[in-house]
């Protein structure tokens, strides 16, 4: 008798955990695809940093430690969106209605509701990486990829200009 009770406990137990695991997949759910873009643009800079280091002065310099210091970076980031969606979710979701809802006209408030600070925070994240894999781009190969962007997009704004003043110093049709 005593072992069916224990028996039926720990089913209820097990079944408990099932639902707070689906519960925190479900509420971690909307940040898992950022998440993973932080730690991949992680693992990137990573890749990148030691193929520098190994070109630039060998194998022996490539030490255990920056392995470690990335593991961190990556556990840092993680948490860092998790608790920003966490804030977004719990705290700022009605504050953010009810303060600016005597102020602002209700698009606006909608607007301001699609901003997350998980998304704010990622997006900080992906610049800094990006920077990070581009300075160790430019230190195993010479150059960089963002000023290679930079001077195209240099280019055709000057073609755009030149475009535009020869489209304004044209003499205007002769009308019959």
Known sequence: MIK????????????????????????????????????????????????????????????????????????????????????????????????????LNKETIESLDKIKLSAIVAFVIAIREIKSIDENWKYALGWSFLETIENMLTKLKNINKNARKRTVNQAPDEQP
């Open 4 to 103: 069916s009770y224990l028996l039926k406990i720990l089913l209820l137990l097990e079944q408990s955990y099932i639902f707070m695991g689906g519960l925190a997949v479900s509420f971690f759910a909307p940040v898992a695809g950022i998440i993973l873009t932080a730690i991949l643009l992680g693992i990137v800079d990573f890749i990148i940093k030691v193929s520098a280091v190994y070109k630039k002065e060998g194998l022996g310099s490539i030490t255990s430690s920056k392995m470690r210091d990335t593991i961190q970076k990556l556990i840092l980031y993680a948490v860092l969106i998790i608790l920003m969606h966490i804030i977004d979710i719990v705290f700022l979701q009605e504050l953010k209605i009810n303060l600016f809802n005597h102020i």
